[in-house]
């Protein structure tokens, strides 16, 4: 764990609103100059506590107004590997999310989709062939709420 002072916890505070932040604009928002919010910027990327900048889509302006979680409990762990599942569940482009939990089910899926009748599809024709999967559970996403992270 890398020792953050103030000043780097505001920066990623910044940073997770908006990625597009200039080192300026970032540096203005601080109090320091461009240069130095430049260099801690840099450090926190090279150190990996700044993983990446992302483009966050509104899907429902996309078309895409239907989001459900699916628990997934693999039949047969035996007969499918895990690898196997996770390589052909993350083909499917509706997919947007796969995570190997533990507890109930031994994945936990995110699926967007323009509407019931297309979750439908993609879960009788795309997600219940998949090789190896048992049980399933869906839970329609009604509303989400963005919180902010552990630096609050």
Excluded at 110 to 137: N, S, W, Y
């Amino acid at each position: 764990m890398t020792d953050l002072d103030d000043t780097d916890r505001a920066i990623l505070r910044i940073l997770a609103q908006d990625a597009t932040q200039s080192a300026a604009q970032v540096g203005r928002s601080v109090g320091i100059g461009q240069p130095a919010a430049w260099r801690r910027i840099k450090r926190l990327t090279d150190q990996g506590i700044i993983a990446g900048r992302r483009v966050r889509l509104d899907n429902a302006a996309l078309g895409f107004g239907v989001t459900v979680f699916l628990g997934i409990r693999l039949a047969a762990k035996g007969r499918t590997s895990l690898e196997d599942f996770e390589r052909v569940v993350t083909a499917i482009p509706e997919v947007q999310l796969v995570q190997h939990v533990l507890g109930q089910f031994d994945y936990r899926l995110r699926i967007t989709a323009r509407d019931i009748t297309d979750f439908e599809r993609i879960l009788r024709r795309r997600i219940m062939t998949l090789p190896g999967v048992g049980q399933v559970e869906a839970n329609v996403m009604l509303s989400e709420e963005r919180r902010p992270g552990p630096l609050g």
